[in-house]
Protein backbone atom coordinates (compact mmCIF):
# COMPACT_ATOMS: atom_id res chain seq x y z
CA UNK A 1 0.00 0.00 0.00
CA UNK A 2 1.28 3.39 -0.67
CA UNK A 3 1.61 5.20 2.36
CA UNK A 4 -0.40 8.54 3.36
CA UNK A 5 2.08 11.00 3.69
CA UNK A 6 0.54 13.45 5.48
CA UNK A 7 1.88 16.45 7.02
CA UNK A 8 0.78 17.38 11.00
CA UNK A 9 -1.28 20.49 9.46
CA UNK A 10 -2.83 17.83 7.24
CA UNK A 11 -2.84 15.44 9.30
CA UNK A 12 -4.67 17.73 11.89
CA UNK A 13 -7.14 19.33 9.23
CA UNK A 14 -8.18 16.16 7.92
CA UNK A 15 -9.53 15.35 11.25
CA UNK A 16 -11.15 18.85 11.84
CA UNK A 17 -13.02 17.74 8.44
CA UNK A 18 -14.06 14.65 9.57
CA UNK A 19 -15.72 15.72 12.56
CA UNK A 20 -16.80 18.88 11.46
CA UNK A 21 -18.30 17.62 8.38
CA UNK A 22 -20.09 14.18 9.41
CA UNK A 23 -22.73 13.85 7.02
CA UNK A 24 -26.36 12.22 7.67
CA UNK A 25 -26.32 8.16 6.11
CA UNK A 26 -28.99 9.70 3.42
CA UNK A 27 -26.37 12.21 2.56
CA UNK A 28 -23.93 10.00 1.87
CA UNK A 29 -25.64 8.11 -0.02
CA UNK A 30 -26.82 11.04 -2.05
CA UNK A 31 -23.39 12.27 -2.66
CA UNK A 32 -21.84 8.55 -3.44
CA UNK A 33 -24.72 8.27 -6.26
CA UNK A 34 -23.64 11.92 -7.30
CA UNK A 35 -19.96 11.07 -7.62
CA UNK A 36 -19.38 8.19 -9.03
CA UNK A 37 -21.88 9.18 -11.82
CA UNK A 38 -24.64 5.68 -11.37
CA UNK A 39 -25.94 5.00 -14.44
CA UNK A 40 -29.87 4.34 -13.21
CA UNK A 41 -32.32 6.29 -11.78
CA UNK A 42 -31.84 7.18 -7.64
CA UNK A 43 -34.65 5.83 -7.04
CA UNK A 44 -33.37 2.56 -8.57
CA UNK A 45 -29.86 2.72 -6.81
CA UNK A 46 -31.52 3.77 -3.40
CA UNK A 47 -33.36 0.39 -3.36
CA UNK A 48 -30.08 -1.54 -4.46
CA UNK A 49 -27.80 0.35 -1.65
CA UNK A 50 -30.66 -0.02 1.24
CA UNK A 51 -28.75 -3.38 3.17
CA UNK A 52 -30.66 -3.51 6.09
CA UNK A 53 -30.75 -5.54 9.32
CA UNK A 54 -34.06 -7.13 7.98
CA UNK A 55 -31.61 -8.52 5.04
CA UNK A 56 -29.28 -9.86 7.31
CA UNK A 57 -26.42 -6.78 6.86
CA UNK A 58 -24.73 -5.40 9.64
CA UNK A 59 -23.89 -1.85 8.88
CA UNK A 60 -20.34 0.21 10.42
CA UNK A 61 -19.15 3.57 9.94
CA UNK A 62 -15.78 5.74 10.28
CA UNK A 63 -16.43 9.28 9.27
CA UNK A 64 -18.75 9.89 6.25
CA UNK A 65 -17.78 6.23 4.88
CA UNK A 66 -20.95 3.64 5.42
CA UNK A 67 -19.88 0.14 5.50
CA UNK A 68 -22.42 -2.45 4.60
CA UNK A 69 -21.49 -6.22 5.10
CA UNK A 70 -23.17 -9.96 6.20
CA UNK A 71 -21.61 -12.47 7.89
CA UNK A 72 -20.91 -15.64 5.37
CA UNK A 73 -22.00 -19.25 6.86
CA UNK A 74 -19.06 -20.27 8.48
CA UNK A 75 -18.91 -16.21 10.35
CA UNK A 76 -15.37 -15.85 9.62
CA UNK A 77 -15.47 -14.45 6.29
CA UNK A 78 -17.81 -10.79 5.54
CA UNK A 79 -18.57 -10.12 1.51
CA UNK A 80 -19.31 -5.80 1.76
CA UNK A 81 -19.99 -2.86 0.39
CA UNK A 82 -18.87 0.72 1.23
CA UNK A 83 -20.68 4.14 -0.07
CA UNK A 84 -18.93 6.79 0.75
CA UNK A 85 -18.70 10.60 0.84
CA UNK A 86 -15.32 11.54 1.92
CA UNK A 87 -12.39 12.31 -0.21
CA UNK A 88 -10.07 9.77 -1.30
CA UNK A 89 -7.26 10.34 1.62
CA UNK A 90 -10.09 10.12 4.08
CA UNK A 91 -11.80 7.13 2.29
CA UNK A 92 -7.95 5.29 2.30
CA UNK A 93 -8.63 5.89 6.46
CA UNK A 94 -11.92 5.14 6.74
CA UNK A 95 -12.12 1.81 5.08
CA UNK A 96 -8.74 0.54 6.82
CA UNK A 97 -10.13 1.20 9.80
CA UNK A 98 -13.95 -0.39 8.80
CA UNK A 99 -12.05 -3.19 7.98
CA UNK A 100 -9.95 -3.61 11.11
CA UNK A 101 -13.18 -3.04 13.28
CA UNK A 102 -14.41 -6.19 11.80
CA UNK A 103 -11.32 -7.98 12.67
CA UNK A 104 -11.66 -7.26 15.89
CA UNK A 105 -15.04 -8.54 16.20
CA UNK A 106 -13.64 -12.22 14.96
CA UNK A 107 -13.66 -11.94 11.50
CA UNK A 108 -10.75 -13.32 9.39
CA UNK A 109 -11.65 -12.58 5.68
CA UNK A 110 -13.58 -9.82 3.60
CA UNK A 111 -14.63 -9.62 0.15
CA UNK A 112 -15.99 -7.18 -1.83
CA UNK A 113 -17.64 -7.04 -5.84
CA UNK A 114 -17.26 -4.99 -8.40
CA UNK A 115 -17.24 -4.71 -12.31
CA UNK A 116 -15.64 -1.10 -13.09
CA UNK A 117 -11.70 -0.40 -13.90
CA UNK A 118 -11.36 2.55 -11.78
CA UNK A 119 -12.49 0.77 -8.54
CA UNK A 120 -9.46 -2.04 -9.76
CA UNK A 121 -7.01 0.55 -9.92
CA UNK A 122 -7.72 2.42 -6.80
CA UNK A 123 -8.11 -1.40 -5.04
CA UNK A 124 -4.68 -2.51 -6.73
CA UNK A 125 -2.83 0.98 -6.33
CA UNK A 126 -3.96 1.75 -2.41
CA UNK A 127 -4.76 -1.65 -1.05
CA UNK A 128 -2.19 -4.54 -2.53
CA UNK A 129 -0.30 -5.08 0.45
CA UNK A 130 -3.27 -6.35 2.07
CA UNK A 131 -5.76 -7.10 -0.88
CA UNK A 132 -5.93 -9.64 -4.35
CA UNK A 133 -8.24 -8.62 -7.14
CA UNK A 134 -9.29 -11.22 -9.73
CA UNK A 135 -12.18 -12.20 -11.64
CA UNK A 136 -14.92 -12.85 -9.50
CA UNK A 137 -16.51 -16.24 -8.68
CA UNK A 138 -19.93 -15.65 -9.43
CA UNK A 139 -20.10 -13.20 -12.39
CA UNK A 140 -23.78 -12.08 -11.01
CA UNK A 141 -22.13 -10.22 -8.18
CA UNK A 142 -19.53 -8.38 -11.07
CA UNK A 143 -16.88 -8.58 -12.93
CA UNK A 144 -14.30 -8.76 -10.21
CA UNK A 145 -13.83 -10.07 -6.52
CA UNK A 146 -11.42 -7.97 -3.98
CA UNK A 147 -10.20 -10.41 -0.99
CA UNK A 148 -8.50 -9.30 1.85
CA UNK A 149 -7.09 -11.06 4.75
CA UNK A 150 -8.41 -8.76 7.59
CA UNK A 151 -5.23 -9.71 9.72
CA UNK A 152 -3.24 -7.79 7.38
CA UNK A 153 -4.80 -4.43 7.94
CA UNK A 154 -3.49 -4.11 11.02
CA UNK A 155 0.03 -4.97 10.31
CA UNK A 156 0.38 -2.99 7.40
CA UNK A 157 -1.64 -0.05 8.85
CA UNK A 158 -2.59 3.45 7.71
CA UNK A 159 0.57 4.32 6.19
Not at 11 to 33: G, P
Not at 75 to 99: G, Q, R, W
Amino acid sequence: MKPLKLSEKQTTQMMKDMLEKRMSAKDIVEEHYKRDKVDVPFEVYKKFINFTPEMGYQIRRANNTLLFFIPEENNTEIVYHTVTADSPKTYIFSILVLLAAVYEEGYKYAKTYFSDEKTKKFIENYFQNITTVSPADDPDLGTYVAETNLSEVLKDGVG
